[in-house]
C-alpha cells in the first residue's frame, strides 16, 4: 500500500521546535510564521495521475493524468518505472494489474507515446518464445495490495507464471537506477533485457553480457509517432531519434545467458545486435534469493554511461541510494512548506510540487558532456537539461520552477540557449535533442521570457534575445521552421484558417517585446508589441468569438462554439476555451465583447462545468490554454469570482486518488497549476512578472529562497473560507488585486524575506473591485479597444416576462431575464413570437441589448436574425423603438433616445436557420432610479 500520514501528524512534524530553526523575521513583518523543516516525502503519492481521471466530465484521450510511480530524482536523467501492457505515455496504467516491463526513460503526464527505452523484466521460468516477437506475453502480474511508491523508491510484487512471487524495489540517483529483485529460490530465475524497443516502436539496439556486467546501444525517439508493425528488417521509422548508452552492472555473475534476434532465441551468446534484440541472464536463487542490479546511461558514448555509474552508484548499498534520493526530495519539497489543511490538500498540493520536478531531464554526463541539438557531443561547465514541452509549460510551469529552483532553472534557460545556438532557434517541443514541432505556436520564447520574469538571470540573456529574434523571423530548427505559417502571419497579420496558431503567435511576439524591454532593447520592444496586438484581427465581432479567418479576409457565416474536432481552427479546444486567450490584454478583450457585464455573464456560463472536454462550450481544465482563465475575473473587476472558481476546480477537479488529475499532467503543468492556486497567486501573463492574487488554500505559507523566505500568513483559510477580504505586503495595505514578482522577491543572492498577509471568509468582499485595482493589460503598439459604454442597471433582470408558446420545458420567458447565458427563452412554431417584460413601474430606457444562440455556446446560425422592439407605458400603446433584419451578432446593442416604459416587447421576424427563437438574455437599460 503505498504511504500515507495524517494532518496531524503533519502538523507535529512542522510545527516541532525539534525539527529546524525558527523563521527569522523580514525586516517591518509582523511575527514570523513557524514553519520548520519537516520530512514531506509522506505527502507525495506517486500513484496520483496514473489512472483515468476521476473528476466529473473526463475528457475521453486525455483524461488520465499519465504519470509515473517509479523512482526518479528531481529533473533526473533516469525514471527507472514500471509499465504496464495498456498503453499509457507514461508507460504505468494504475487499473491494469500487469506489468510488462521496467524500463530507464519516462516522461510525467505526456499525451502521446514516448520514450520507455530498455526494457527490464524478471521472471521465473522457461522462454516459450522469442521476446523479439512476443514481448508482452512475458508480461506479470502485479499484486496491488503489495505495490507502494514514494519520492526516490517503488517497490511491487509480481506473481508468476507458477504461483510464486518476485519482490521488485527500484530507487534512482540523477544519472543512474538500482533495482532489487528478490526472486522465489529457483534455478530459472531471469532478467530480460529489451535493447531495441521502446513506446514508439522497434529500432536498432545492441547488447553485449560479460560476467555481471551489460552494455549496449538503445535507439529511440520518435514521440507522438505509432509503432509500425513487426517486421525483422525494417525499424520504425523516425526523423527524430536518440541513442542511449547503458551500462549494467549485477550484483553477482550469472549462470547462463542467452540473446535474442527477432524469432531466434539463442541461449550461451552473449552479444546480438539490430532490431528486435535482446538478451537474459539466468540467477540460481536456491542459496541467496537476492540479485541486484545498478543501471548507468548517458546520451554521450559508453564511457559516460560507466562514469555515471562508477560516480553516482559505487560503494553505496540499495538502502543508501533508498535514504539519498528521499533526502533530496525532501529538500526540494521543503522549498515551500505549509501549515493546517487536510490530508486530502496536503497530499494533493506535495504530490503537485513533485510532479512539477520530474521533468526537464539532464542531459549531461558527471563529467560535463552532453549531446547537443547539432547531434555533437559538447561539454558544459553547468547541468545541461532536456525534454521540453514548451507549449505546455510556458503558463504555469516555468514561472514556478524560476520561483522554486532559481539555480535549476538558470540551468534550464542556458540549455535552452545551447539548443538555439547549436539547432538554430529555441526549442517549441524538444525530446532528448531532437526538435519534434508537435504543437502549435512558438513558446521556446515564452519559456525564457517567464524565466526572467521571474528572477532568472545567470544565462546570456543577449543571445537568449537573438534567438527569440530568429525564431519571430521564421528560421529554421533542425533544418525545420517553428513558425511554419510565418509569412501568412506577417503577410495578413493573423493565420488564415487557425485561430489557434495566430494567437500563440502573437502570445510568443509579446513575450519577447516584454523581455527586449527588460534588457533596455526599445527597437525590438515596439516592433514586437505591435505584433502582439495582432489578436485582434481573429476577433470576429459578429459570433463574438476569436475565429478563424478566411484568407480572404472574411469569416465563416457558421461557428459552432462547441466545436472541437481536428480542422476547426483550434489545438484541443474550441472558440468558447480559445476566446479568452489574450493574457496580456484581458482588458481590449473585454471591451470588445461589451464589457464587464457580458464578460462576467460568458465566464459564468462557460464555468458551468470545469473539464468540459473539446466538444462542450465550457472550461477545459485538462487543457493548457485554459489554465489562466479563471483570473479573467480579475480584469472584469470581481475577484472574487476567480476565488470561487479556483476553489472549485482544486477540489472537483484534483484530489489524492490514482485519477486525481483532470487530464494530462505534461511534463508537470497540470501539477504547476494546481500549485500556484494553493498558494493564493497566479502568473497570469506569460512572459511577464505579474501575479494575480485570489487568496490560498492553507493559513500558513513559507517559500524558502536563498534571497530571503516568502513568508504568506492567512488565518482561516481553507475551503470554507476562499473569499479575500484584504491583502497587506510588509504591512501595508494592497487594494489592488495584483502583485508584480520582484514586490515580493529580490533578485537571486539580494535582499530579505517578505511578509504577505491576506483576511479569507466565507463571503466575496469589495476588496479588488475598484477599475484601479485590476491587473494591467498592455496594449503598447495599437489604439486601445474604446471601452464599452456604460449602461447603467439592466432594468429587466428579474421582472416578470409573458411569451409565446416555448419550445421545451425549461425554456420559458422569463429564462431570458435570469442573467444566465446557459438558460434561454426558445420559442417555435409561432408566427412572429413575442417577449415581453414588465419592469415595475415607468422607467426611462436608454438602450437594449440582445444576447443570441452564440453566446449560449449554440452554433451562431442558430441566432435570432430578425426582430423589432418594442415599448409601452401602459401595456397597450406600443411604439417602436428598434427594428431589425439580416442580423447574425451573437451581441447586439441598440441605443435609443430616453423614453419612458414600463413594458418592453420583442418581436421575432426572423428566427435562426432552424425556425427557433433562441434568446439567452434580453437586456433593458436606462439610468439608475
Known amino acids: 500500500m503505498r504511504r500515507r500520514t495524517s494532518a496531524g501528524a503533519l502538523a507535529v512534524a512542522l510545527l516541532a521546535s525539534a525539527v529546524g530553526t525558527v523563521l527569522a523575521p523580514a525586516a517591518g513583518a509582523a511575527e514570523p510564521i ?85 526494457g527490464i523484466l524478471p521472471l521465473v521460468g522457461d522462454l516459450t518464445g522469442s521476446p523479439g516477437t512476443t514481448w508482452t506475453s512475458y508480461r506479470a502480474t502485479r499484486v496491488p495490495a503489495k505495490e507502494s511508491a514514494e519520492p526516490g523508491y517503488y517497490q511491487t510484487t509480481l506473481r508468476n507464471a507458477d504461483a510464486t512471487e518476485t519482490v521488485v524495489e527500484t530507487t534512482a540517483t540523477e544519472r543512474t537506477a538500482a533495482m532489487r529483485m528478490r526472486f522465489p529460490r529457483t534455478t530459472a530465475a531471469r532478467v530480460l533485457l529489451n535493447s531495441s524497443r521502446s513506446a514508439t516502436g522497434n529500432r536498432d539496439g545492441a547488447i553485449s553480457i560479460s560476467g555481471n556486467t551489460v552494455t549496449g546501444t538503445v535507439t529511440g525517439g520518435g514521440f507522438c509517432e505509432e509503432q509500425e508493425p513487426p517486421n525483422e528488417n525494417n525499424p520504425t521509422v523516425s526523423s527524430e531519434t536518440y541513442k542511449i548508452f547503458y551500462r549494467i552492472e549485477f550484483d553477482r555473475a550469472p549462470s547462463s545467458v542467452g ?112 549531446r547537443g541539438y547539432d547531434d555533437l557531443v559538447h561539454t558544459a561547465t553547468h547541468p545541461v537539461y532536456q525534454n521540453f514541452s514548451g507549449w505546455d509549460i510556458y503558463r504555469s510551469w516555468a514561472s514556478l520552477i524560476a520561483m522554486v529552483a532559481p539555480n535549476e532553472a538558470g540551468d534550464m534557460a542556458k540549455s535552452l540557449v545551447l539548443a538555439g545556438q547549436q539547432g538554430g532557434l529555441l526549442p517549441k517541443w524538444g525530446h532528448a535533442h531532437n526538435e519534434n514541432y508537435v504543437m502549435p505556436g512558438d513558446p521556446g520564447p515564452i519559456v525564457v521570457a517567464a524565466l526572467r520574469a521571474f528572477g532568472v538571470r545567470n544565462f546570456d ?19 525545420k521552421p517553428i513558425r511554419g505559417d510565418q509569412a501568412d502571419y506577417v503577410a495578413r497579420r493573423y493565420v488564415p484558417g487557425n485561430a489557434a496558431t495566430s494567437l ?72 468558447s476555451q480559445y476566446t479568452w486567450m489574450v493574457p496580456y490584454d484581458y482588458r481590449g478583450l473585454i471591451a470588445l465583447m461589451g464589457g464587464p457585464q457580458t464578460a462576467v455573464q460568458r465566464l459564468d456560463h462557460h464555468f458551468t462545468q470545469l473539464n468540459g472536454g473539446l466538444s462542450a462550450p465550457y472550461f477545459y481544465m485538462g487543457n493548457e490554454p485554459e489554465h489562466g482563465t479563471p483570473w479573467i475575473y480579475h480584469y472584469a473587476g470581481v475577484p472574487a469570482r476567480t476565488s470561487a472558481v479556483v476553489r472549485r476546480v482544486m477540489t472537483e477537479t484534483f484530489n489524492s486518488s490514482p485519477g486525481g488529475l483532470p487530464g494530462n499532467d505534461d511534463l508537470g503543468s497540470t501539477s504547476a497549476w494546481y500549485v500556484w492556486a494553493a498558494l493564493g497567486m497566479y502568473p497570469v501573463t506569460p512572459g511577464s512578472d505579474v501575479l494575480a492574487l485570489h487568496g490560498p488554500l492553507f493559513p500558513r505559507i513559507v517559500i524558502s529562497r536563498a534571497s530571503g523566505d516568502l513568508e504568506i500568513s492567512a488565518p ?95 425554456e420559458e420567458p422569463a429564462r431570458a431575464f435570469d442573467g444566465d447565458l446557459g438558460t434561454k427563452w426558445c420559442a417555435k412554431g409561432t408566427v412572429d413570437p413575442t417577449l415581453r417584460v414588465d419592469l415595475g413601474g415607468t422607467r426611462d430606457v436608454t438602450g437594449f441589448v440582445l444576447k443570441n444562440a452564440g453566446l449560449g455556446g449554440e452554433a451562431t446560425d442558430l441566432n435570432t436574425r430578425g426582430y423589432t422592439i418594442a415599448t409601452s407605458v401602459d401595456g397597450i400603446t406600443w411604439t417602436t423603438a428598434v427594428s431589425a433584419s439580416g442580423m447574425r451578432d451573437s451581441r447586439t446593442y441598440h441605443p435609443v433616445t430616453a423614453v419612458p416604459a414600463r413594458h418592453v416587447r420583442l418581436t421575432v421576424t426572423e428566427a435562426g436557420h432552424d425556425d427557433a427563437a433562441r434568446i439567452p438574455e434580453f437586456e433593458v437599460y436606462g439610468p439608475v432610479g
Open 504 to 575: 500563440e503567435y502573437s502570445a510568443s511576439d509579446f513575450a519577447v517585446a516584454q523581455y527586449a524591454r527588460s534588457l533596455g532593447d526599445t527597437a525590438r520592444y515596439d516592433r514586437y508589441i505591435e505584433r502582439a496586438q495582432w489578436w485582434r484581427n481573429v476577433y470576429n465581432p459578429v459570433s463574438g468569438y476569436l475565429q478563424a479567418r478566411n484568407a480572404d479576409g472574411t469569416w465563416a457565416a457558421r461557428l459552432d462554439p462547441a466545436f472541437g474536432a481536428p480542422g476547426n481552427g483550434y489545438a484541443e479546444g474550441n472558440a
Open 461 to 479: 540573456t543577449a543571445a537568449a534575445l537573438d534567438l527569440m529574434d530568429r525564431n519571430a523571423n521564421g528560421d529554421l530548427m533542425q533544418g
Open 34 to 118: 513557524k514553519l520548520p523543516r519537516a520530512n514531506l516525502t509522506p505527502y507525495v503519492d506517486p500513484f496520483i495521475g496514473t489512472g483515468f481521471s476521476s473528476v466529473a466530465h473526463p475528457v475521453p484521450g486525455g483524461r488520465a493524468g499519465n504519470t509515473l510511480p517509479g523512482p526518479v530524482l528531481p529533473f533526473g536523467m533516469v525514471q527507472l518505472s514500471p509499465d504496464s501492457p495498456t498503453a499509457s505515455p507514461s508507460g504505468y496504467r494504475h487499473d491494469d494489474v500487469h506489468i510488462s516491463q521496467f524500463s530507464l526513460t519516462h516522461l510525467n503526464g505526456a499525451g502521446c507515446a514516448n520514450s520507455q527505452d530498455i
Open 716 to 810: 482561516g483559510a481553507g475551503r470554507a473560507n476562499p473569499y479575500v477580504q484584504g491583502v497587506t505586503l510588509q504591512d501595508a495595505a494592497v487594494t489592488r488585486s495584483w502583485l508584480r514578482y520582484s514586490d515580493l522577491f529580490a533578485e537571486i543572492g539580494i535582499g530579505a524575506g517578505r511578509s504577505l498577509t491576506y483576511t479569507m471568509g466565507a463571503s466575496p468582499s469589495a476588496w479588488g473591485t475598484n477599475p484601479a485595482d485590476v491587473p494591467p493589460s498592455v496594449e503598447d503598439g495599437a489604439a486601445p479597444v474604446p471601452p464599452a459604454p456604460d449602461l447603467g442597471p439592466n432594468l429587466a433582470a428579474g421582472r416578470p416576462a409573458t411569451g409565446a408558446a416555448v419550445c421545451a420545458a425549461g
Open 259 to 370: 540473446t535474442w534476434h527477432y524469432k531466434t532465441v539463442s541461449p550461451g551468446v552473449a552479444s546480438v545486435s539490430g532490431v528486435r534484440t535482446g538478451g537474459y541472464l539466468t540467477f540460481d536463487t536456491r542459496d541467496n534469493d537476492t540479485v541486484e542490479m545498478r543501471v548507468g546511461i548517458s546520451f554521450v558514448d559508453p564511457a559516460g554511461a560507466a562514469g555515471n555509474l562508477t560516480g553516482e552508484s559505487a560503494n553505496r548499498t540499495f538502502s543508501q541510494l533508498r535514504t539519498a534520493a528521499h533526502d533530496r526530495w525532501n529538500d526540494v519539497l521543503n522549498r515551500i512548506r505549509v501549515g493546517g489543511g487536510t490530508p486530502d490538500d496536503l497530499t494533493t498540493f506535495y504530490t503537485a510540487l513533485y510532479h512539477v520536478m520530474v521533468n526537464p531531464n539532464l542531459a549531461s554526463d558527471r563529467d560535463g558532456r552532453y
